[in-house]
Structures are given as structure tokens and as C-alpha cells.
């Protein structure tokens, strides 16, 4: 059997799978922290693209716009990290609840 | 000189070695394969016995610091003392707390070993004489501190895996000490990178060459770098005076309190691995790597891999020395000190750094 | 097919069936300290993707700041938590019918989208170009050119985000800082219950 080589498609297609693995993680994880896990999946779903964009869509000199972005991709996803935890944190503290199916408080 | 000889003959070695392969039908993708495989093995060999080595010394120093010999008994002036050691833990019972998560029980201590001794890869080791050529072509330091900074998430997985207060207190101790002394750590290198212009380890040594004076201990642009690097350094290696983590008075033995026989030893040799490599960083960044003292003198007939051994070497005794004389910082001082003294100290450096590269002092930073 | 496709296509496919595996535990898995070393192994199988894409700079910040911060962080944030999750998707087992359809469908929308759309690909792209040595050169260089907004932005936000992280995390002293610890070291005595 002979495979095509390894190009854009493959990774696309890798990237398409990892989003869908991070979606799934937000829709059903109830533990805070892990809705938290599936967006860092997604994020990184996307930074797979823009990479790969860079590497197979760009002429022979380098053109490493993608890669500059997914560098600023990794500095959002640390803040949203911190600050997510932070609020995860500050939440437990005062109901000692992770789990988001019982954060009902303000549901009406 | 002798780098020449050492470089020719590896230089026929290898030609020898892609003939056959050519003779025999490999195709050269297996000969890199093999090639990586023999880097591989140099690697685990040459760490193995730089702990055996480094254990050996530490004993020793403690002992000379303490007015007593130190281990005696086996072989002359103790020196299979070590390797024995190695033995019995190789055959003591491995025992897993009841409750303990046996998964991450099992997978902290090998993923903390093999971490640290990764991050030999990008080592060079003398004049052209990388393990991986390819990843150090740009990213040699950053992926080193990428490594070491991995490792930590060994010691996390076994600290909570063991499922004991003390595992768990240390892990945690040792991920808030290590992830604010990499802050320290990274502003340090920062400097040497810019002055060197490049993350390459050996762009970095080959900034150095030329004389003695060009070794970056000698530039007094970067001695505020230079304090930092030694102070985080030590922080890094989890040694005395920070050694919080582990803190025997307070905690057991923090994070491997849980653990015997094979995997206690993969916490050990991983940690000694690491004490090794933050010393080679270290001489890489400062003390001009794998070059001699004295280019053009008699020292150039000693090889480069033997220098830069000496150099790393005399980095570890010096810490050992400071770990038997010093006192513990207690955990509050050390994140103070941590976040208030050394990263404005690192800024500091980054200026004095970057202002003396731009008044042409550095060499190709610019 | 010569050895060296061949070779590319084994790397490939070996790190993206890590990568993938990895992210399905990250669902999948019940406990979520394991769902957190899912996470770790996916995001070290995309530095290697990055390896394999010469994009070695990146893989070089992936592994810092994703495996070596970000999940560090989370993972210190679930031992603060201390509980026991419940069983991962099987408690929400109304989420998951809705969920998964959903996923599915989203899957097979992009799937396609990508495969049938016509890429314009440029001569020489995929090819690790010989100056790849100064790929961070270039970086830093559009960094601080054609991105030097996007730049500062991201350092005035991550400031933002570490003051904000700091003061939402922050104890309340005024009010019951006494109960606070008090529970806190009972919690640590009694922690890590399994």
C-alpha cells in the first residue's frame, strides 16, 4: 500500500480531531478544571493549523507569520489559564464545588 | 591540537562506519538511526557514571568539610563504595503505598529520570560533537530549560501518586521554588544569549573562544547574569541552602518519601543527572564550554572533552561545598527572595547586558 | 517511495496516533488529575508535530510554557482542589447525547471543508528551507516589525491577566482569614483521600 506523503491535509485533518476532542471535553466534563483541559486542546488544535499553514503554503524562503501567531496563541493561553484557575480557585474557596453542573446560584 | 587528533579520528571512524553501511546495502536513514542510537547509549553510559562519580564526591566532600574520611571500607580509599550502593538498591523490594495511585506512583520517578537525561542531547561536548546536531541548530538552551522544567511534573505525578501529606507538601514546595527560580534561570541565559546572538550551545561556546579573557566570567558585563545563573542554578538543583523540598527535618523526605529500590534510585540518578547537566549548562554559558585556557599554549593538547568535564566538575564540588556550609532558607524567604531580589536582579542584568552589546562591548549580539 | 518518505510517514503517524489517543483520555478519562497528564502527553506529542512541521522554536516554547507551565499550573491548581471528581462523562450522561452528535457533526462539516477545498500550494512549501538555522532570527525579527502591535498587546494583557489572577485568587484577609487557614490545614491532613 503506498501512502500519499505526509502534507497539509494530514495535519488539518489531525487538528480537525483534536478540536473535536476539546469540544467534547467542554460539553461533558462537569469538573470545572476539565472544560478548562478541552480549551487548551482547541487552542492548540488551532496553533497545529497555523503552523502547518506556514510550513506547507509558504515559499521557499521562510514565511513564518504563522508561527508568530501561534506564539501569541500560547501567551493568551497562558493568561486564560492563570485567570481561569484563579477563578476556579476563588470559587471552590467559598463552595467548595468544582464541579459546574452545581454552580446554580444565579441560574434562574 | 588535540581536538584536531580526537576530531580526525572520529572523523575515520565514521567514514569507516557509511562505507560498510554502503557496502553492506543500509539505507542511510538506518545509519542515522544507528548513529542516534550509539549517541543515545554515550549518553546513559557517560551519566551513569558521572553519578556513580558525582555520589562518590559528595561523600567525600561532606566527609573532608565534617573532619572524618568518608567511605573507606570498599575497594581503596572507598571508591567501590558507590557502585555497591547501586547494587543493593537494584535489588531492594519495590514497595507501593495501599492507597497510593500505582499509574502515577510508577510514572513519576521514570518520567523525572528520563527528562533529565534528555536534556544531554544538546550538549556539545567538544568542538563539533552534538548528539543531536539538528535540534541544537537553533534552540539548544531554550530546550534544555524546557527539559528541566518538564522534570518537575516527575516529581508532581509521584508526589501526589504516593498518596502521603509529606509527598504531597514537598511536590508542591518544589513546583512553587522550581517554576520561580526558572523565571531567574531564563533571565540569566537571556543575557548570554544576547551577547553570544545566538540559543545555539555551541554558537554560544564558539563566542567564547579566542582567549581566556573572552570567557563570559571574565566580561564584567556579566557579572550581574553570572550571580544570578549560580544562585538560581542551585535553587534548580534542589540543593541546599534550598532544599526545601526535601527538608528531612520538616517533611521526612518530601516528595520520594514513598519510595524504595528502583524507583527511589531513578529519583536519585535523575536528580544527580540534573545536578550534572545545570553544572555543563553552566560551563557552557560562563566558563567557555569545551574550550581551553590557554588557546595556543600546551593546554591545547589536553582534549576539549576532558575541559569541559574538569570545568563541570569543579562546578559540582563547588556546590557541595556550599551545600555542607550553609544553612536552610525557610519557604516564605526563599519565594521573597525569589521574586523580589533575583528577578529585578534579572532585569538589572538584561540591561547592563543588552547596553553593553549595544555599545559594541558583546560580541555578535547585534 | 524511498526510505526517507517512508521514515517521514512512520514519525508522522506514530506522534499524531500519540497526540490523538492522548487527547481522547483527556474526555474520556474518569479522574481528572489523569485527564491533566492526557492533556500532558497530547500537548508534548504537539511539540513534536512542530518538530516534525521544522518549526523548532515553537517546540521549543511548547514544551516551556504549555507542558512545563500551563499544565504544571493546572495540575497544582487540582491539588489545591483535593476532591475527587466524579466519573468524567459518565455523570453527564444528558450533556454527552447532546455532545456527542454535536462533536460528530462538527467533525464531519470541517473534515470535509478541508478536504475539499482547493489549497493553493506554493512551489518549494513543506520543504525544510536550508536557513532554518535562522528561524528565530526571522521570528524575532516580524515580532518586532510587522507584529510589534499584536506584541505589546499580548504583554499588556498577560500584565492584565497576572494582576487579575492575583486578586481573584488572593484570601480575603479582612473577613475570615482565621476559618481560611484553619480549614485549609485540615483539608491538608486529610487530603489527597482517594
Known amino acids: 500500500m503506498i501512502l500519499p506523503p505526509v502534507g497539509l491535509l494530514h495535519y488539518l485533518i489531525l487538528s480537525v480531531c483534536l478540536f473535536c476532542f476539546g469540544l467534547l471535553a467542554v460539553i461533558t466534563r462537569r469538573h470545572a478544571i476539565g472544560i478548562l483541559l478541552g480549551i487548551e486542546l482547541m487552542l492548540n488544535s488551532a496553533n497545529i493549523n497555523l503552523v502547518a499553514f506556514s510550513h506547507f503554503l509558504s515559499p521557499p524562503h521562510p514565511v513564518l507569520d504563522g508561527q508568530v501567531f501561534a506564539l501569541m496563541v500560547i501567551a493568551l493561553a497562558a493568561c486564560e489559564a492563570a485567570v481561569g484557575l484563579a477563578i476556579i480557585l476563588r470559587f ?7 464541579d459546574v453542573a452545581d454552580a446554580k446560584l444565579l441560574k434562574w | 591540537m588535540a581536538n584536531t587528533v580526537v576530531k580526525t579520528i572520529l572523523d575515520v571512524i565514521r567514514v569507516w562506519a557509511e562505507n560498510l553501511a554502503r557496502h553492506w546495502g543500509i539505507p542511510p536513514v538506518f545509519v542515522s538511526i544507528l548513529a542516534w542510537i550509539a549517541a543515545f547509549v554515550f549518553v546513559i553510559v557517560l551519566v551513569l557514571l558521572m553519578v556513580l562519580l558525582a555520589v562518590y564526591l559528595e561523600r567525600k566532600v561532606s566527609g573532608y568539610i565534617q573532619s572524618r ?16 550502593d547501586a547494587l543493593k538498591i537494584l535489588t531492594k523490594e519495590d514497595i507501593v503505598p495501599r492507597d497510593a495511585d500505582k499509574i502515577m506512583h510508577t510514572i513519576g520517578p521514570v518520567f523525572f529520570f528520563v527528562v533529565a537525561v534528555a536534556g544531554y542531547v544538546v550538549i556539545p561536548w567538544d568542538r563539533g560533537a552534538i548528539a543531536a546536531r539538528v535540534v541544537d541548530l537553533n534552540i539548544g538552551v531554550l530546550l534544555v530549560m524546557a527539559l528541566s522544567s518538564l522534570g518537575l511534573l516527575g516529581i508532581m505525578v509521584g508526589g501526589w501518586g504516593s498518596n502521603n501529606k509529606w509527598s504531597l507538601l514537598g511536590a508542591m514546595r518544589a513546583v512553587a521554588q522550581m517554576i520561580s527560580y526558572e523565571v531567574a534561570l531564563l533571565l540569566a541565559i ?8 545566538s540559543l545555539s550551545l555551541a554558537a554560544i561556546t564558539a563566542d567564547q573562544g579566542g582567549s581566556l579573557l573572552q570567557w563570559n566570567i571574565l566580561r564584567w558585563w556579566m557579572w550581574p547574569a ?52 545545570i553544572a555543563l549548562i553552566g560551563t557552557i554559558l560562563f566558563l567557555g564550554g569545551w574550550q581551553s585556557p590557554l588557546p595556543g599554549s600546551i593546554a591545547d593538547f589536553v582534549p576539549g572533552f576532558i575541559w569541559l568535564m574538569a ?21 516564605d ?13 534579572g532585569f538589572v542584568a538584561i540591561l547592563v547586558t543588552g547596553l553593553a552589546v549595544a555599545l559594541g562591548l558583546g560580541g555578535g549580539g547585534i | 517511495m524511498t526510505w526517507a518518505d517512508w521514515f517521514d510517514q512512520l514519525a508522522f503517524f506514530v506522534v499524531a496516533g500519540i497526540t490523538i489517543v492522548a487527547a481522547a483520555g483527556v474526555v474520556f478519562v474518569p479522574r481528572i488529575i489523569h485527564a491533566c497528564l492526557c492533556l500532558l502527553v497530547a500537548l508534548i506529542g504537539i511539540a513534536g508535530l512542530y518538530g516534525l512541521m521544522a518549526a523548532h522554536l515553537l517546540l521549543a516554547i511548547q514544551l516551556l510554557v504549555y507542558a512545563g507551565g500551563i499544565a504544571v499550573l493546572i495540575l497544582f491548581a487540582i491539588m489545591l482542589l483535593h476532591r475527587r471528581s466524579d466519573g468524567g462523562i459518565l455523570g453527564g450522561t444528558r450533556n454527552l447525547i447532546i455532545g456527542l452528535p454535536a462533536t460528530v457533526i462538527v467533525w464531519f462539516v470541517v473534515a470535509a471543508a478541508v478536504i475539499f477545498s482547493k489549497w493553493h500550494y506554493l512551489p518549494g512549501g513543506g520543504t525544510v528551507s536550508p ?18 502591535l499584536a506584541f505589546e498587546l499580548v504583554s499588556v494583557v498577560m500584565l492584565m491577566a497576572l494582576v487579575g489572577a492575583i486578586i481573584i485568587a488572593r484570601e480575603d484577609r479582612s473577613t475570615d482569614s482565621g476559618q481560611q487557614v484553619a480549614g485549609q490545614q485540615t483539608g491538608e491532613s486529610g487530603g489527597n483521600a482517594q
Not at chain 2, 69 to 84: E, N
Not at chain 2, 265 to 272: D, K, P
Not at chain 2, 317 to 324: A, D, G, L, P, S
Not at chain 3, 133 to 142: M, Q
Request: hydrophobic residues 50%; glycine residues 8%; charged residues 15%.
Open chain 1, 92 to 98: 471552590y474557596r467559598q463552595t467548595t464545588v468544582t
Open chain 2, 190 to 197: 537571556v543575557c548570554v544569549v544576547m551577547q553570544a546572538g
Open chain 2, 226 to 277: 553570572l550571580l544570578l545563573y549560580v544562585i538560581a542554578s542551585a535553587a534548580e538543583s534542589k540543593r541546599i541552602p534550598f532544599d526545601i523540598p526535601e527538608a528531612e527535618s520538616e517533611l521526612v523526605s518530601g516528595y520520594h518519601t514513598e519510595y524504595s529500590g528502583m524507583k527511589f534510585g531513578f529519583f536519585f540518578l535523575g536528580e544527580y543527572a540534573h545536578l550534572f547537566v
Open chain 2, 333 to 345: 524567604q526563599l519565594m521573597q527572595f525569589a521574586w523580589k531580589g533575583l528577578v529585578p536582579l
Open chain 3, 131 to 148: 536557513q532554518a538555522d535562522s528561524n528565530v532570527r526571522i521570528i524575532g525579527e516580524l515580532l518586532l516589525s510587522r507584529h510589534l
Open chain 2, 69 to 84: 574520611l568518608g567511605p573507606m571500607r570498599v575497594g581503596p580509599i572507598g571508591l567501590f563504595q558507590t557502585p555497591m
Open chain 2, 311 to 331: 570545568k563541570a566538575l569543579a562546578i559540582i564540588i563547588i556546590t557541595m561545598w556550599v551545600r555542607w556550609t550553609l544553612p536552610r532558607l525557610r519557604v
